[in-house]
């Protein structure tokens, strides 16, 4: 599939990984937007949230338990971040394979 994110899941493109898993794949943003920006995906492809079916939904909770790993290791727990999930046209996803951004390390 023609998807820059399989293509990193695949390690055909190169990323810089903060953390992985067998089911989810998190790294830095290549243009980040705040002094920390990790992007965390499932390594299943999924164009969006709308694309996950009712009995495939526990991904997007080992996301949220791998979001929260993430900001206590990058120590934005204290200070508070976002978590960013865009979904389609409107929100200007840009990348059509589900990713949740998390962004703080600074007042956002
Ligand atoms: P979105 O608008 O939610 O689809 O955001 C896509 C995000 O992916 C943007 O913040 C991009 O900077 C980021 N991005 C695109 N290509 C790469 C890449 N090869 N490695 C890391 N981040 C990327
Ligand atoms: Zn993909």
Do not use: W
């Not at 290549?30 to 999924?46: E, S, T």
């Not at 009712?54 to 727990?77: F, L, P, S």
């Amino acid at each position: 599939m023609d998807c820059i994110f399989c293509k990193i899941v695949r390690g055909e493109m190169p990323c810089s990984k903060v953390y992985e898993d067998d089911k989810v794949l998190a790294f830095n943003d290549i243009d980040p937007q705040a002094p920390v920006h990790v992007l965390v995906i499932p390594k299943k492809h999924y164009g969006s949230i709308l694309d996950i079916k009712d009995d495939e939904m526990d991904i997007v909770a080992h996301i949220h338990k791998i979001i929260n790993k993430i900001a206590k290791e990058k120590g934005i727990d204290k200070t508070g971040f976002r978590i960013v999930n865009n979904c389609g046209e409107d929100a200007n996803q840009v990348v059509k394979h589900i990713h949740y951004h998390i962004l703080g390390g600074k007042k956002l």
